[in-house]
């Protein structure tokens, strides 16, 4: 009974929250001062109420639920006295004239432990684990070896650097979520809330249908467009995946490749202009680029993972025998269909329109969610229960406020890195490694936000990695723009990268497959996705807005792109034109691998290579023997 008084509390803060974004977004902020802390308090309260530690392990013995509930209220009141305190001082910080005492530093410490805590519970050890050695270090860093020293901080420093200020917990990343991305998470619940997937789905299965993965293709398509809407890539995997993977099983794909389809298509989504999981919003933030700039530059390399995804698609499909979807099994779209798909088409036309008109993202998120509320009454069970639409924005306000914890715990990554320089460290630290060598330093990179990425939602994903990653790669020369789609992207895809695969994880249940072989069917699918943010570094021109933009390094960059994605997918599916043998899908590697080495005479080589397989490829009946059957597999009816 506690429980569900406490869930209900939660949600009746949770919908303030929501609505408190949607004035801010038309209106602008109060006082930073006292609306940054106070919305991160209250963001605080929603997350414990709505789920408190008793509902994560169900305690049956009533004296550990007791024990339970005092580690929530000793949580929530850290965060509440700390944030009292930093109110009192609130007007007097802005003159830099306050003395805190041992009481207030020790107070604080109590809060910024209670954030990385939350942090712990809400995304798992990585983010916590970051944030609780960086506050470690900057306390303790001057007893360490003189390699990793500092000269000493005290806890007086330590907390005015992460809590009584603008640059720890309730620095830029807190004042860019409440001005801007709270709507768009909001707004993504509100798009999910209102039904429109099932339509989606369906029109998608019509447009693909008539291609040999039918349902995988629309997967595909249909999980894309939700994802970039979405800032969560599990709940897009668990609000697509209902539908689509159980389609996807029955055309004769493999339980993991179905769960692999899913969990891909639904990372990709995060990577898709316009909204990109939020992330673009962020981004013009950091490298004030203009948003509209930001989702031209993305828009070539998330056209390549689209493209690279369905091309593995096909390929696999020819390989299994799978034929396209017969014209009767069709689902045959309705009036119902397309007035439910405006449902989805408004509110993203809406996003265009309002930032075409040159008004800021904030108000166009914020009109995208009216018009998104209004036209969810096109759905039945909307005009029957409306209140669901306040549940929706209850759901918005949780989901921002899980999201808000996140950014607060890095906020004290990024006032210990500030105070301490260990991210010019780290910078220094990967640009010695790969010292006279871009590529080395790349992957280097590439492998620490796979690391850093695991187990969060894209927007703290991508925002803790660029804080530790992003100056490594500045050092090297590359665009602002290129270094910060070049982490997004390693952030992104590290919900499909084992061991912690979280969008595998959340597909292999509707798939009923082992999340382990979804997770490495997901690598497979997705591999020109690892690949394409190393081609738009060593060729910016793939961005199309970057200084010294050349239009022969475009069109040569394309083709090459476009020919690493036959040679992989064929490789992979060991079908190009009729099976391959083992030799000939090496043999695609290779040229894969040629191709990729810009600057040099052997991508040339590469190129001729994939010119004489291509051919044989077209024209099957000319293969030689080694190379593979020049006729296709019989369809999976007739075996």
């Not at 990109?276 to 981004?283: H, I, S, T, Y």
């Not at 036209?375 to 209140?387: A, M, S, T």
């Not at 460290?425 to 796979?450: D, I, Y």
């Not at 040099?600 to 590469?606: D, R």
Request: some cysteine; glycine content about 10%; proline content about 5%.
């Amino acid at each position: 009974m506690l429980t569900d008084s406490s869930r209900r509390l939660g949600l009746a803060i949770a919908v303030v929250l929501a609505a408190i974004s949607i004035y801010t977004s038309l209106f602008g902020i109060f006082d930073p001062g006292y609306q940054r802390p106070l919305t991160f308090a209250a963001c605080v309260l929603v997350a414990v109420l709505v789920k408190p530690l008793v509902s994560l392990y169900r305690p049956r013995n009533g004296a550990t639920r007791c024990l339970f509930w005092l580690i929530d209220a000793l949580l929530v009141g850290a965060v509440l006295l700390a944030v009292a305190r930093f109110l009192s001082f609130a007007g007097a910080m802005e003159n830099m004239l306050v003395d805190y005492s041992r009481t207030d530093q020790l107070i604080a410490l109590a809060g910024v432990v209670a954030v990385i805590e939350l942090a712990r519970r809400e995304f798992g050890l990585g983010l916590s684990l970051f944030a609780g050695v960086t506050l470690l270090y900057c306390l303790f860093g001057d007893l360490l070896p003189p390699a990793v020293r500092h000269a000493g901080f005290s806890l007086d420093q330590v907390m005015q650097g992460m809590w009584y200020g603008f640059s720890g917990v309730f620095g830029a990343p807190v004042a860019v979520m409440i001005e801007l991305l709270f709507i768009y998470i909001v707004f993504g619940v509100i798009l999910e809330a209102t039904g429109a997937g099932p339509a989606l789905v369906r029109m998608s299965i019509r447009i693909t249908g008539r291609l040999p993965g039918g349902p995988a293709h629309a997967a595909i398509f249909a999980s894309m467009l939700f994802g970039t809407m979405s800032g969560s890539v599990t709940a897009n995997v668990a609000g697509t995946g209902a539908f689509t993977i159980p389609m996807i099983k029955r055309r004769g794909f493999s339980p993991a490749f179905a769960g692999a389809v899913e969990a891909a298509a639904s990372t990709g989504g995060q990577v898709i202009p316009p909204v990109m999981g939020a992330a673009a919003f962020m981004m013009a933030q950091l490298t004030g680029t203009p948003y509209l700039l930001i989702c031209v530059a993305a828009l070539l390399p998330a056209l390549f993972y689209v493209s690279a995804l369905f091309a593995a698609v096909y390929y696999e499909a020819r390989r299994l025998g799978i034929e396209a979807t017969a014209e009767h099994e069709l689902p045959v779209l309705t009036k119902d269909d397309w007035l439910r798909s405006l449902m989805f088409v408004a509110p993203v036309l809406t996003v265009i329109l309002v930032l075409a008109a040159g008004r800021s993202p904030a108000m166009a998120g914020v009109w995208a969610t009216l018009v998104a509320m209004a036209f969810g009454f096109i759905n039945p069970e909307i005009r029957r229960r409306p209140w669901s639409l306040i549940v929706a924005l209850a759901g918005g306000g949780v989901a921002a406020s899980r999201i808000m914890i996140a950014v607060g715990a890095i906020g004290v990554v990024i006032a210990g890195m500030d105070l301490t320089g260990l991210g010019l460290s780290f910078a220094q630290m990967v640009a010695g490694l790969g010292e006279h060598s871009l590529l080395l330093s790349l992957l280097l990179t590439a492998l620490g936000c796979l690391v850093l990425g695991m187990g969060m939602p894209t927007l703290p994903a991508y925002l803790i990695i660029v804080l530790v990653m992003g100056p490594a790669l500045r050092a090297f020369d590359v665009p602002l723009i290129a270094a910060h789609l070049f982490v997004l992207y390693f952030g992104v895809l590290s919900a499909i990268t084992p061991p912690v695969a979280l969008a595998a994880f959340a597909a292999a249940p509707l798939a009923d497959a082992n999340p382990m072989k979804v997770a490495g069917a997901s690598v497979r699918l997705t591999l020109v996705g690892f690949l394409v943010p190393f081609l738009f570094v060593f060729n910016p021109s793939l961005l199309l807005i970057v200084d010294g933009f050349n239009v022969v390094d475009l069109v040569w960059g394309v083709l090459r792109i476009v020919l690493v994605i036959w040679a992989v997918t064929t490789g992979f599916a060991g079908f190009g034109g009729g099976r391959l043998t083992v030799l000939a899908r090496g043999l695609r590697f290779v040229v894969a691998a040629l191709l990729m080495m810009r600057g040099t005479s052997v991508e040339l080589v590469g190129l001729v290579m994939a010119v004489v397989i291509l051919f044989f490829d077209f024209v099957p009946h000319r293969r030689p023997r080694w190379m593979g059957q020049a006729s296709a597999p019989k369809p999976l009816a007739d075996r």
